[in-house]
């Protein structure tokens, strides 16, 4: 899916897209206009270096031309993409937290995750007329946490037999870390385009889960599983329940030691509070699954499946769906079902032999998914190819309920012809100023109007080969009492709000594209209904319809002419 993705609302109301029409057709003013963005921008981007690490992006930016390290930040990316954190100091932490459990652990982790990223590596570049590679997923990490699973479970099952400082076992990461690349590019792939859902680690079960069948069920003397030394039952303590939540986060990386879970805890926290608060949820959400069902105390104090609780709580309440009360309700629901389904598989499986792994967690979790987009549209997801922190979510969310709101309350203003200058009433004095300087740029009789002929004179004088049409559009989008002439207040309030929603712009698009849900390029009005649930608005009115069909004259917007629409009404 790219993220140039075209939006289009129908039902004679709302549009057929053209995004580049916009990005590549810029007037004198929108260049004038350009510099008071510009340092909007880097206000807003001072502001969100309070926030924590986030997803480093453009550490990816500076590092695409250098092969070794950016090598370095996939792998490291990966090791935290297994808990939905796109961080490198994040991944850094969780390796060396492997590392503290078990060095064998730690070894195979990080082997498994860089043959996975340079297996993706090698298909890109020598492959890619099979594989359709994105090279952003490779520096993201995307192929790393399959590699990073399957190496650290196949780690795992060789501590209690001959698995430990073992080359044999050494080769089976390498063989099927490799496979789980080769899977995600295949399976994963063909699940996600089939049912608009993330694989969630489907391609690494396949990986594992064929490695043990073969080891199981076939003769061979290379692999020796072992079995769990016994465990003396001990009492339920309430203070050991409590200490068992970071034990459950720590189990998302194999790993059962508190402070390990701490440190894990943190390599979370850095990059998103969260998903840290959210997963420290989950893992109550599997202690009170466990007490239902009155498990023995020692499967709860070591957090045995809570990982599944975990990673169930952090993929609905922040990852897919924008953080909020409602989605984190929902996600620790789905963690408390995914905590009952992972003690149902483990009963399941013992007789095959077989491990659990994350199968709850990817049931339910997809299961959640399928069902919420039936019966809860308004709940509007997080577009695949725009995953990032639950904090950037939360904020593309924001800003799409302020444009929204915003638009409403214009809407019901226009209906109501009650006057429309709010932006201006309220910009500071310097930027009004500022405005006045263009203003007076353009008013070339000084007559304190603007004309059509001065702005096609400006324009003109500017080497801006705007149409006819265009330069029309521009003139009566200022002029909104229709006078024939633009006053000062009239071209502030458009230069205001333009400002402000170019401001967001990328944000509210984002937020937007997972709405087109059956992705035939048209956004019904039921469509545009949802959005409007989705950030807290009722339903447009008959009288709202009514206006908007009125002013476009009943034909199809382009997403252009739909933003224009929310400058100009």
């Not at 609302?9 to 057709?25: E, I, P, W, Y």
């Not at 082997?111 to 298909?123: D, E, F, M, S, V």
């Not at 870390?177 to 080769?182: C, I, K």
Request: aromatic letters at 10%.
């Amino acid at each position: 899916m790219s993220a140039n993705k075209t939006l289009k609302l129908s039902d004679r109301l709302f549009f057929v897209g053209n995004l580049d029409k916009m990005n590549n057709a810029p007037s004198p003013l929108h260049e004038l206009i350009s510099h008071v963005l510009s340092s909007e921008e880097s206000k807003l981007k001072i502001s969100k270096s309070l926030l924590p690490l986030g997803t480093m992006q453009s550490l990816n930016q500076r590092l695409m031309h250098q092969p070794l390290l950016n090598f370095i930040n996939a792998t490291l990316r990966g090791i935290g993409q297994v808990i939905f954190v796109n961080n490198p100091v994040s991944g850094l932490l969780f390796l060396i937290a492997m590392f503290i459990q078990a060095p064998w652990l730690g070894t195979m982790s990080l082997l498994g995750t860089a043959i996975a990223t340079l297996t993706a590596i090698i298909l890109q570049k020598h492959f890619a007329k099979i594989f359709q590679i994105n090279r952003d997923d490779i520096q993201n990490g995307i192929f790393g946490l399959n590699g990073l699973l399957t190496g650290a479970a196949i780690a795992s099952l060789g501590l209690f037999g001959n698995g430990t400082w073992n080359l044999n076992w050494a080769i089976a990461v390498i063989v099927f870390a490799s496979l789980s690349t080769v899977l995600m590019e295949t399976v994963g792939v063909w699940f996600a385009s089939q049912f608009r859902v993330a694989p969630l680690g489907i391609p690494f079960h396949i990986a594992l889960l064929s490695f043990v069948i073969l080891v199981l069920f076939l003769p061979q003397t290379f692999f020796d599983f072992g079995s769990l030394p016994p465990v003396s039952p001990s009492q339920f303590n309430g203070l050991r329940l409590a200490g068992s939540l970071p034990l459950s986060i720590g189990q998302v990386f194999f790993s059962n030691s508190w402070v390990v879970g701490i440190l894990i805890v943190l390599g979370i926290a850095i990059c998103t509070p969260i998903s840290a608060i959210v997963g420290l949820l989950g893992c109550v959400m599997y202690l009170l699954a466990g007490l239902l069902l009155q498990v023995t105390p020692d499967d709860l104090y070591t957090g045995l499946w809570g990982y599944n609780a975990v990673l169930t709580a952090i993929a609905i309440g922040g990852v897919f769906y924008t953080p909020n009360l409602f989605s984190i309700s929902i996600a620790l629901g789905c963690a408390f079902v995914a905590s009952l389904a992972s003690w149902g598989l483990a009963a399941l499986f013992a007789p095959l032999k077989l491990p659990v792994l994350a199968l709850p967690f990817v049931i339910v979790t997809i299961g959640c998914f399928l069902i919420l987009r039936r019966s809860l549209p308004s709940l509007v997801p997080v577009a695949l190819h725009t995953v990032a922190s639950p904090e950037e979510h939360r904020q593309r969310f924001l800003v799409a309920k302020r444009i929204i709101s915003n638009f409403r309350r214009q809407l019901a203003s226009a209906i109501q012809s009650k006057p429309r200058q709010l932006l201006f009433k309220q910009a500071s004095s310097t930027f009004k100023g500022d405005l006045r300087y263009i203003f007076d740029a353009i008013d070339q009789d000084h007559s304190g109007h603007l004309c059509i002929e001065e702005l096609t004179n400006h324009l003109n004088q500017a080497g801006k080969g705007l149409s006819d049409n265009e330069i029309t559009l521009l003139f009566t989008s200022m002029d909104s009492d229709r006078s024939n002439t633009i006053d000062f207040e009239e071209f502030g309030e458009l230069m205001l709000r333009h400002r402000q929603l170019m401001a967001e712009y990328n944000d509210f698009l984002t937020y937007f594209l997972p709405i087109d849900a059956d992705e035939d390029n048209i956004i019904s009005l039921n469509e545009m209904n949802i959005a409007m649930a989705s950030v807290g608005e009722s339903p447009l009115t008959k009288d709202e319809i009514m206006f908007l069909c009125d002013r476009t004259g009943g034909q199809l917007l382009t997403w252009n002419q739909f933003i224009e629409a929310i400058l100009v009404i």
